[in-house]
Nanobody, 123 residues
Framework: QEQLVESGGGLVQAGGSLRLSCAASGRTFSGYVMGWFRQAPGKERELVASINWSGGRLYNLDSVKGRFTISTDNAKNMVYLQMNSLKPEDTAVYYC????????????????WGQGTQVTVSS
């Protein structure tokens, strides 16, 4: 059974860092695009960044460029989101997802989703 499991969320002060991890199992996700999404309270879920297994990356939000880095470890079937210089507005549930589309795939094109990990940034 295909499964994506996120970890690494938590409570951090503004200016701090967190690294989110996504463990993919149950099938090979090579050839898939992996994305990190987030959903803040009262807001729609949005794509933060996506990556393909050959290393192509897309940072969808201007607000995270230069602060967040998406990466993969192909051997371990892992996807990471390194988040630095965190701000209170980064507070959200962060989701890992997989798509057979492209870096520009819409949410509806993502087939597999994790259950999410909460990130809370205090001011």
């Amino acid at each position: 059974q295909e499964q994506l499991v996120e970890s690494g969320g938590g409570l951090v002060q503004a200016g701090g860092s967190l690294r989110l991890s996504c463990a993919a199992s149950g099938r090979t996700f090579s050839g898939y695009v992996m994305g990190w999404f987030r959903q803040a309270p009262g807001k729609e879920r949005e794509l933060v960044a996506s990556i393909n297994w050959s290393g192509g990356r897309l940072y969808n939000l201007d607000s995270v460029k230069g602060r967040f880095t998406i990466s993969t470890d192909n051997a371990k079937n892992m996807v990471y989101l390194q988040m630095n210089s965190l701000k209170p507005e980064d507070t959200a549930v962060y989701y890992c997802a997989a798509s057979r589309g492209s870096l520009y795939s819409s949410q509806g094109e993502y087939e597999y989703w994790g259950q999410g990990t909460q990130v809370t940034v205090s001011s």
